[in-house]
């Protein structure tokens, strides 16, 4: 009689925020194809439970002391996550203790979000393997490793030097020290602070990374020579899987409109899930979309109805639509679309990639400042506008520049070449293909 192989469990840990538990449930698909049986452990907001018919066969857990969204809102990200890190512990180590008990539990390992390193100390306290997920970018995590060994005082007296804040970051041109995300994430001891917590590995044996070898090839061979333990880049992972649904509800009359429109016509606007740009701000932006003169299917979370009357009304005679939200990876693929203007979050970056869209950049803070830096720098397939700049002369500018220019065009042709390579690193022998398939072999050895 044959044999027949236990199917092991998968314990995911996700950060509750779209941009970070979107890729963490994809992981989580295409582990399940691969024979894994699926827990996802969830805080009390963002949860993806409550949509949990898109992820059949997945159990969700919830952490019984987790915080709210509320406390997101008063102490801002990194003050949140350091809270949740010392907060969490003892309740995640109640939900792996109870999930050992359940029947059939039987946990490979314990993927968590870089983030949440927490769940470091309750897998060394089960004697449980554990991998490091990150959802950001290769360069991202060499950021944070380099800012884990800066002293706040003196980097703060070093950037002050012209020549300092143009020193390349350890051979990793064109990386700058200038370029590494420390603006907007509150006071410079306490990031730092939260960076060496995220850079210790701890126990964990692997990390995961949802990007692509052709991307940043020279950030990986970084990692790998100082990480000490095996990395695995398999993104993108919504071209590794069937994308899960939206935390957010999705408005799929935009899919209609963009079917009226020329191909390549139609710049597409969608500044992320957490950003909220100031009323003036967004009439500025109206008022140069328009003057443009360029279709435009454009985000706005509060809709239509937080635009002034009369620009409400301007946008829709001048060939705009809004929605509150957008399925954006079935927009980036539609061939209407010929332009994305974004704040640069990596997931948004690595879809426009895929679907060969280039890119207007408006990044606000964080790993966005060093994604835009790379759309424009190094893979030539976008510029960068200044995020606290919006006035409707710049847009209008930035739109013609994008959509009309031989420049535009250039850049269009080479995002249709990563394109290519994008798709060729997820087929059968692709780089990320490849990466997937140890990973599932090493897991499978647990």
């Known amino acids: 009689m044959e044999r027949r192989e236990a199917k092991r469990r998968i314990v995911l840990v996700p950060i509750p925020a779209q941009g970070h538990v979107t890729p963490m449930l994809q992981l989580g698909k295409a582990l399940y194809s691969k024979g894994f049986s699926i827990t996802v452990v969830e805080g009390h907001f963002n949860q993806v439970s409550s949509s949990s018919q898109h992820f059949p066969g997945f159990q969700f857990v919830t952490l019984k002391e987790s915080l709210p969204e509320s406390e997101f809102q008063r102490l801002g990200g990194i003050e949140f996550m350091i809270k ?69 005082d003196k980097f703060l007296v070093d950037m002050e030097d012209p020549e300092m804040q143009e020193q390349v970051v350890e051979n990793l041109y064109p990386l700058r020290y200038k370029d590494l995300p420390t603006s907007g994430l509150g006071p410079l001891d306490r990031l730092f602070e939260f960076c060496r917590e995220v850079a210790n590995k701890r126990t964990a044996s692997a990390a995961i990374i949802n ?19 095996p990395m695995y ?49 967004v009439s500025e932006m109206a008022w140069g979309l328009c003057d443009g003169n360029q279709p435009f299917l454009w985000v706005i979370r509060d809709g239509s109805e937080s635009l002034p009357e009369e620009v409400s009304t301007m946008v829709s005679e001048r060939g705009g639509y809004i929605v509150k939200w957008a399925p954006q990876i079935e927009v980036l693929g539609h061939p209407a679309v010929g332009g994305f203007w974004s704040h640069c979050g990596w997931n948004s970056t690595l879809e426009s990639i895929a679907e060969g869209v280039p890119m207007i950049c408006m990044p606000f803070h964080g790993e966005q400042m060093l994604n835009a830096m790379y759309i424009e720098s190094v893979w030539r397939i976008g510029f960068q506008v200044e995020g606290s700049k919006v006035d409707r002369g710049e847009v209008e500018r930035a739109v013609k520049r994008l959509m009309m220019d031989d420049e535009g065009a250039g850049m269009q042709e080479r995002a249709l070449d990563l394109k290519e390579k994008l798709k060729a690193s997820v087929k059968s022998g692709g780089t990320s293909y490849n990466a997937l398939d140890e990973l599932v072999k090493y897991l499978k050895t647990m």
């Not at 990007?211 to 061979?221: H, P």
């Open 84 to 152: 949740l890190n010392k907060t969490s512990e003892a309740s995640f180590k109640d939900c792996i203790a109870q999930l050992l008990l359940q029947q059939g539990s039987d946990i490979a390992c314990i993927i968590y979000d870089e983030f949440m390193y927490f769940c470091g100390a309750a897998a060394k306290a089960f004697n449980l393997p554990s991998i490091i997920f990150t959802t950001t970018s290769a360069t991202n995590y060499v950021s944070r490793c380099v800012r884990s060994k800066l002293n706040a």
């Open 211 to 229: 990007t692509v070898s052709c991307l940043e090839s020279s950030s990986l061979s970084w990692l790998e020579q100082n990480i000490g333990i």
């Open 233 to 281: 880049p398999i993104g993108p992972l919504h071209m590794t899987t069937f994308p899960p649904s939206s935390l957010l509800d999705e408005d799929r009359s935009c899919i209609e409109w963009l079917k009226k429109q020329k191909p390549r016509s139609v710049i597409y606007i969608s500044l992320g899930s957490i950003f909220d740009m100031g009323t003036k701000e």
